[in-house]
Structure formats: structure tokens, C-alpha cells
T-cell receptor
């Protein structure tokens, strides 16, 4: 039972490049989330999904897009990476009845 | 929106007790969570309160007062491995999102 798996774990991009971060969960959770974590800023919600085919904006959605084509996967896309998007990105999932969110191990992304 | 405040850093000695406070001002509330995060790792769930009062879980306890917008996490018999960041998070009234505080870095010294 892997829980929440994020791919890749590390990545370095150049400004203007695009990439997709993948989050996969094997717990059959309805809800999935993408956060970014920066020093002194805590965890901030980028986008989330309450079910397959649905997405919603969080606190800091600009510059990111998401898709939830399958229940177990939640993709985070950066169309044109900027240095301000250098961060650690965490994916999380939970059931709809309010149980705690489970987090992946994070993706460390640097944009030069 | 949500505004969540917790101290930036705290220090304590091995074997001691430490209390980490969290205050919140929210437009909706449906529970308060505490997570632990070691450096370079993912947050892991510690405790959860939705009603007023104390929840105890081994060496860890969490307290909530909804009328005061206040919670604390109490760590007893501190161990070196308790050195970590402790995150307070408030859930919205719709059960769907958490808003996190900036975290409290706890350093436990021998």
C-alpha cells in the first residue's frame, strides 16, 4: 500500500519551460490537493479536486493548471515556469467525511 | 478567509513538556488539525479537534476552544525526535479544504 506517490521527486527547470507533476493515490480517496511550501509561508493550497473530472482554485492558483481525469491521479501543470514557482510541492488526498489528509513525500522544483 | 497564527520557533529540553499555541479567525470552521513535519519530509497527522475540549493521544494532546478561536498542542516527555515543525490547520465548513498556519519549529535539546 503506497498511499500517496508523487513523481518526480526532484526537478530543475529553466524559465519558460513546461512540466507536469503527477500525484497518484491508491486509497480510493475522493478528494485530492496540490500545495506549495515555501520558507516562512507554510503550506498554501494551489488547486484541489473533490472528484473525478472536477477541479477548483485554492489560495495561489495563478500560473498552474490541474486535471483529474482518473480518480486516483491528480496532475499539476506549469505551462511557462517562472523562478517564483521554485518551491516544494506536496500532494494530499482525503475521504469526503473529514478524515485527515494524507500527504505525498513532495516534489522539490527549482526554476532557474 | 482564514487567519491562523502560531509562534515561529520554540525551544525545549528533552524530558520536558511544551505547549504550542494556535489562534485562528475564520469565516467557516469545521475542525482543527495538528500535523508534524520533520525537515525534508511530508507532514504527518497528529491530532484533530472538532468540539471543545482536550483530545489525548499518548504523549500528545490537543485542546480546542471554538469561542476563543484557540487551540494548543501539548507534547509531554519530550524526545530528541520531536524536533520538527508543527502545523496548525483549520478545516472549512464544507469539509473540503484546510488552511494551514505557517508552522512552529520546535527544537529539543539534550
Amino acid at each position: 500500500n503506497a498511499g500517496v506517490t508523487q513523481t518526480p521527486k526532484f526537478r530543475v527547470l529553466k524559465t519558460g519551460q513546461s512540466m507536469t507533476l503527477l500525484c497518484a493515490q491508491d486509497m480510493n480517496h475522493e478528494y485530492m490537493y496540490w500545495y506549495r511550501q515555501d520558507p516562512g509561508m507554510g503550506l498554501r493550497l494551489i488547486h484541489y479536486s473533490v472528484g473525478e473530472g472536477t477541479t477548483a482554485k485554492g489560495e495561489v492558483p495563478d500560473g498552474y493548471n490541474v486535471s483529474r481525469l482518473k480518480k486516483q491521479n491528480f496532475l499539476l501543470g506549469l505551462e511557462s515556469a517562472a523562478p517564483s514557482q521554485t518551491s516544494v510541492y506536496f500532494c494530499a488526498s482525503q475521504t469526503p467525511d473529514g478524515q485527515p489528509q494524507h500527504f505525498g513525500d513532495g516534489t522539490r522544483l527549482s526554476i532557474l | 478567509g482564514q487567519n491562523i497564527d502560531q509562534p515561529t520557533e520554540m525551544t525545549a529540553t528533552e524530558g520536558a513538556i511544551v505547549q504550542i499555541n494556535c489562534t485562528y479567525q475564520t469565516s467557516g470552521f469545521n475542525g482543527l488539525f495538528w500535523y508534524q513535519q520533520h525537515a525534508g519530509e511530508a507532514p504527518t497527522f497528529l491530532s484533530y479537534n472538532v468540539l471543545d475540549g482536550l483530545e489525548e493521544k499518548g504523549r500528545f494532546s490537543s485542546f480546542l476552544s471554538r469561542s476563543k478561536g484557540y487551540s494548543y498542542l501539548l507534547l509531554k516527555e519530550l524526545q530528541m525526535k520531536d524536533s520538527a515543525s508543527y502545523l496548525c490547520a483549520v478545516r472549512d465548513s464544507g469539509y473540503s479544504t484546510l488552511t494551514f498556519g505557517k508552522g512552529t519549529m520546535l527544537l529539543v535539546s539534550p
